[in-house]
């Protein structure tokens, strides 16, 4: 599985228990990962940091996934996974977009760890790589 | 080999932020959303330990405990209830239940994975015949 601990996370959620759990289990794979409770801290966060993948719940109080995801879009192409239990939402809203991803809550660990590699990994590399930093 | 947990709750989040926590921990886990699911899940999967939401869809967390102790394999399998409701009645019924443990919503993911290992090793009664 490709991990590159330079590789940086923001994973967006407006649970707290969710952001502890991921920013943990990534953080433990040596991702550098960052969090957000809401869409415009999410922005924010994106805005002034180096993000190479964002994982974001779809439906938050303050601005949901969707509207974080084409925010995003317009002003980068990093890949998005988008974590949900409304897959539709996703359809609707979503597949259209380039270099999204879904993953219906909730998903095994080794589902996500997966997506995240390939999401992260070089092109042609088919996130079959492991490559760790000094 | 991995123990194996079922856990049964509407919530989605909990599900989801608990399964990341336990297979971190080394637990092979099962999640599934309503009252049915939970037996049937159970029959198949023959798991280790059950953490059961009290109030979720298609019957309450008791009434699976019900069912399940029932199966042979299962009886006796120790059994975390999950609630967020205080209440003189729920704190009887899992007692009357003989439940592992009762831990009420919101709680420290950390005092529920200790709970969870001890579970997952606890001696299991022996069944009487």
């Known amino acids: ?134 | 080999m991995a123990h194996k947990i079922l856990i049964a709750d509407d919530d989605r989040d909990l599900l989801t932020s608990l399964s990341v926590r336990l297979e971190a921990e080394g637990f092979k886990v099962l999640c599934v959303q309503d009252a049915y699911q939970a037996v049937e899940q159970a029959r198949k999967a023959q798991p280790d330990v059950l953490i059961l939401d009290i109030n979720m869809p298609a019957g309450d967390g008791f009434s699976v405990q019900d069912r399940v102790s029932k199966m042979t394999d299962l009886n006796g399998i120790p059994v975390i209830y999950l609630t967020g409701e205080r209440s003189v009645r729920v704190t009887e019924l899992a007692k009357a239940h003989h439940a592992f443990a009762l831990i009420f919503k919101p709680f420290e993911t950390k005092d529920l994975l200790s709970v969870v290992r001890a579970a997952a090793t606890a001696p299991r009664p022996v069944a009487s015949v």
């Open chain 1, 1 to 134: 599985m490709y991990t590159d601990t330079n590789k940086s996370i923001l994973i967006v959620d407006n649970e707290p228990s969710v952001l502890a759990a991921l920013s943990a289990r990534l953080g433990g794979m040596g991702y550098r990962c960052t969090t957000a409770d809401c869409s415009a801290q999410a922005l924010s966060q994106f805005s002034s940091c180096k993000t190479d993948l964002v994982i974001s719940d779809l439906n938050m109080p303050e601005g949901d996934g969707a509207v974080l995801a084409q925010a995003i879009r317009r002003i980068s192409g990093v890949p998005i996974i988008i974590i949900s239990g409304f897959k539709n939402a996703y359809r609707k809203n979503l597949s259209n977009i380039a270099n999204v991803s879904f993953l219906h809550k909730p998903f095994e660990t080794k589902s996500l760890l997966q997506l995240v590699s390939a999401s992260l990994a070089p092109p042609g590399s088919q996130g079959d790589t492991t490559v760790r930093a000094a």
